[in-house]
């Protein structure tokens, strides 16, 4: 079993703060603020510890906030060189940021500034979206000064702290329903020399996708003209949720045609009939019939079955390929019935379909028996 990761956030966090603090201010209550952090500190989880670190600041840092948000900034250490494995090492600005978040919304050039320092040895993608809500044009105009940051950490907030589904955060409910405020900032990183940049872009434009599919595919249909192959990637990344959905647009954008020109010539369930807790191999076989030849990413999907009787749907990724007039090609995957955490499996009738350029194309049913005795 991993180990929780509230055991990496422990009281030496709170420890190593409160002597840096003195370090830069010598009547800082070291002692006093050690030991408002303890108290309850073992029975809390990594997030709830953050909170009361960045509370037990608000109690003990000097002055009022503009003079407390200084001094806090002031202990900084230096800004991260990588862009991925920093590990744990990073959420030790965990505090910082939730202070800025809770305390810090009254006083909007100080915790901007703040911010900026923070995201480049952390990350400041929680904290900014208050601000974004109370400040909303304040808040856009300083992001969009933040584009061209020498820093690729600065640059990917725009994109990242600007999510409207960003995991593990509120949504910022205002761009979830119109996103067009947001969408002068994207358009300034879709070229970003970074892929840690142009990565969080793609993920903001998979966001849109879902609460506005056809924006999406607007958005990056125009993206899309004259791309490198840097943008198509983004582009592609972008649209992966409408692709896996079978949303026609998409595959347009993408350049992909419908497949009325590629057969499915065999469809089979190996092992037949599985049973619960094996696997079966699902045989899929084409054929390019045209005279032309056929771009295509072919998926396939099982209807599982349901403890009420009902299905539910899973679409599984197989290939992106390209068939010449005439070629066929074979593909199969291994699919495990066990049992699993995250799906529970019945016997009974399913049902195996095959999408090409996300339209279906041939399914079949198959029955899948009672484990083993």
């Given amino acids: ?39 309850g500190y073992d029975e809390l989880e990594l997030l709830p510890r953050a909170r009361h670190i960045a509370a037990c600041l608000h109690e003990h840092l000097p002055g009022e906030y503009p003079e ?46 703040a911010q900026y320092e923070l995201t480049q040895r952390f990350s400041a993608e929680f904290s900014i979206r208050p601000f974004l809500e109370q400040h909303t044009k304040a808040t856009l105009k300083r992001l969009k000064a933040w584009t061209t940051d020498s820093s690729v950490h ?28 947001v969408l002068p900032l994207l358009d300034k990183l879709i070229d970003d020399p970074e892929i840690y940049v142009r990565r969080s872009v793609a993920n903001h434009l998979n966001d849109i996708s879902k609460d506005h599919p056809e924006l999406a595919c607007e958005i990056a249909s125009r993206w899309n003209k004259k791309a490198n192959e840097k ?34 010539t065999e469809l089979t369930v190996e092992s037949e009939p599985p ?51 005439g070629e066929e090609l074979t593909l199969s995957k291994t699919v495990s019935f066990r049992q699993m955490t995250t799906r529970t499996h019945y016997p009974g009738h399913h049902r195996v379909f095959v999408l090409v ?8 049913e198959f029955k899948l028996r009672p484990p083993a005795k």
């Fill in 275 to 325: 049973r619960i807790g094996e696997s079966a191999v699902i045989r899929i076989h084409l054929q390019n019939e045209s005279n032309q030849t056929v771009a295509a990413i072919v998926d396939f999907g099982i209807d599982y079955r349901k403890a009420n009787g009902g299905s539910q749907p899973k679409v599984f990724k197989l290939k992106n390929c390209e068939l010449e007039p």
């Fill in 1 to 39: 079993m991993a180990e929780p990761l509230k055991n990496h956030f422990g009281p030496d966090i709170f420890e190593r703060l409160a002597d840096q603090l003195r370090k830069k201010h010598r009547r800082f209550p070291r002692d006093r603020f050690v030991a408002a952090c303890s108290n």
């Fill in 154 to 181: 600065v640059r990917r907030l725009v994109s990242e702290g600007t999510r409207p589904r960003l995991p593990w955060a509120g949504r910022l409910r205002a761009f979830q329903k119109d996103p067009s405020p």
């Fill in 68 to 113: 407390a948000i200084e001094l806090l900034v002031s202990t900084l250490g230096p800004p991260l060189e990588k862009t991925e494995n920093n590990g744990m090492a990073p959420f030790f600005y965990l505090p910082h940021v939730l202070f800025v978040r809770e305390f810090g919304l009254n006083h909007f050039e100080e915790s901007m500034q």
């Fill in 231 to 264: 943008r198509r990637w983004v582009v592609q990344h972008g649209l992966r949720s409408l692709v896996k959905q079978g949303f026609p647009a998409a595959f347009t954008v993408l350049g992909y045609a419908p497949a009325d020109s590629l057969t499915v």
């Fill in 357 to 364: 350029n996300g339209t279906e194309v041939a399914d079949r």
